[in-house]
């Protein structure tokens, strides 16, 4: 079973720049995630879909950060414009119920990094 | 907010000792997840604890919630360099549904 996949692995910006992040989830997975987790510190949830609807996106700092996943299966997270505090790994996760109810598979994270 | 707080936030141990790693909400929970964290990888599931005072073994590593359903522990017993990481807990809020992942406990060995 392929587990969730995520592009690029590295990111290096500058501040006030764009980026985008991508994620395929495992098929089959109707619950995606997004977190930050910034060193040394545990993974924040930013967003959560069910399918292609939001289930919670009250930690998305919703004046810069977007994501969206259409047709329920890719999704994609957008920071624009970038900040120096925005340096983190970005996690997708997916789990194949419709709460946080059941194991969650992670990604190998987007390492993004704001100069 | 709700919190979950993990402690300690290191621990060194020599080859063959135990360790525990201890984790509090500050609300009740639905469930409480474990996951484990290799340098530079991502975090992977280890367990899910649902019911109030259960308790839970793989090989050598135990598992449990309270009775209240705010606090949970993991165990290691006899530890290998294979356990090196940080090991996650994720709470459930029983009110809102939401998922907080604790700040971990990073497991360094002695060899």
């Known amino acids: 079973e392929a587990g969730v996949a995520q592009s690029p692995r590295y990111k290096i910006i500058e501040k006030r720049q764009s980026v985008a992040f991508w994620c395929n989830p495992i098929?089959?997975?109707?619950?995606l995630y997004w977190y930050q987790q910034i060193l040394g510190q545990g993974p924040k949830l930013l967003i959560q879909?069910?399918?292609?609807?939001?289930?919670?996106d009250s930690q998305l700092p919703k004046d810069r950060f977007s994501a969206e996943r259409l047709k329920g299966v890719d999704s994609t997270l957008k920071i624009q414009p970038a900040k120096l505090e925005d340096s983190a790994v970005y996690l997708c996760?997916?789990?194949?119920?419709?709460?946080?109810?059941?194991?969650?598979?992670f990604g190998p994270g987007t390492r993004l990094t704001v100069l | 907010g709700q919190q979950v707080m993990q402690i300690p936030q290191y621990q060194h141990v020599q080859e063959g000792e135990d360790f525990t790693t201890y984790c509090n909400s500050s609300?009740?929970?639905?469930?409480i997840q474990w996951y484990k964290q290799r340098p530079g990888g991502h975090p992977v599931f280890l367990i899910q604890?649902?019911?109030?005072?259960e308790v839970k073994k793989q090989k050598r590593l135990t598992f449990q919630f309270g009775e209240a359903k705010k606090n949970s522990s993991l165990h290691i017993t006899a530890t290998q360099t294979t356990d090196v990481g940080t090991y996650f807990c994720?709470?459930?809020?029983?009110?809102?549904?939401?998922?907080?992942f604790g700040k971990g406990t990073r497991l360094h060995i002695l060899p």
């Open positions: 996760a997916s789990s194949l119920g419709g709460r946080a109810t059941n194991e969650q598979f």
């Open positions: 098929s089959g997975h109707a619950t």
């Open positions: 879909f069910q399918n292609n609807g939001v289930v919670d």
């Open positions: 609300t009740t929970l639905s469930n």
């Open positions: 604890l649902v019911k109030s005072g």
């Open positions: 994720a709470g459930l809020s029983l009110r809102d549904d939401k998922i907080i």
